[in-house]
């Protein structure tokens, strides 16, 4: 062991990670970390003691409430444009699109970051870019998880049907020679974080096309969200 490293807090964090799977008996847990019954039960009333963990109806110990503000705190300081921009890079050179991300603020969307294709669109996004909320394959997406329906041009079964299928397509929405696909990314609680979308010249958007994007962004959405606390 590191010499750096507390032996007693070494063993409690062997025995929460090992909890992570589900409650363990003091038996199994000692098995487990190779450490006397008399040890694992002391700081499993330590760990009790702060709600950290809590013994069960089958008295077994498992995780208990006192860990979700730590994990909470983790969870709410992540940063999505941190978290997303390597991936937008990776996606931009295989797929030969223009990547952006969006996140909500009032009534807009504001790009806060993008990679950029060598495909020069009119009226081609910029990172700090102000967008109504609602329009474009973006706003479809803040409209369908977001929108008071009386503020969108969207109805309410285009609304679910863009929640069942996770994603937009759009063609000569906003731009008249481009095409976009978009995709929600949430965060912990599952709530709708930003908005990840590819754009390029609408000749791109083949139906041939479509279903290569649309397999490579609905992974990239489903990896960052669960890199940003959401349980999918």
Known sequence: MDVNMVQSIERGIEILK???????????????????????????????????????????????????????????????????QPY???IRDQLQQSVNLFLAQGDYRICIERVAADKPLRNDIKIGTV???????????FGA????????????????????????VTRGNRVPDAASMAVPIFSFGNKLEAVMTISGPIGDYTEERVKEYLSVMMVLGQTISKQMGATL
């Not at 009386?150 to 609304?159: G, I, L, N, Q, R």
């Open 145 to 168: 998880y977001l929108g008071d329906f009386k503020d969108t041009d969207m109805s309410a079964s285009e609304s679910a049907q863009i929640r069942h299928d996770g994603y937009v």
């Open 131 to 141: 967008y109504p909320i609602f329009k474009g394959a973006a706003g479809k997406i």
């Open 88 to 90: 937008m890079v990776a």
């Open 18 to 84: 090992l909890l992570e799977a589900g409650p363990l008996g003091v038996t199994e847990l000692a098995n487990a970390t190779a450490l006397p019954k008399t040890t694992v039960h002391r700081l499993l009333k330590t760990f009790e003691a702060h709600h950290w963990v809590e013994f069960n109806r089958n008295k077994k110990y498992q995780l208990s409430w006192g860990v979700l503000p730590m994990a909470k705190s983790f969870l709410t300081s992540l940063d999505v444009r941190a978290i997303a």
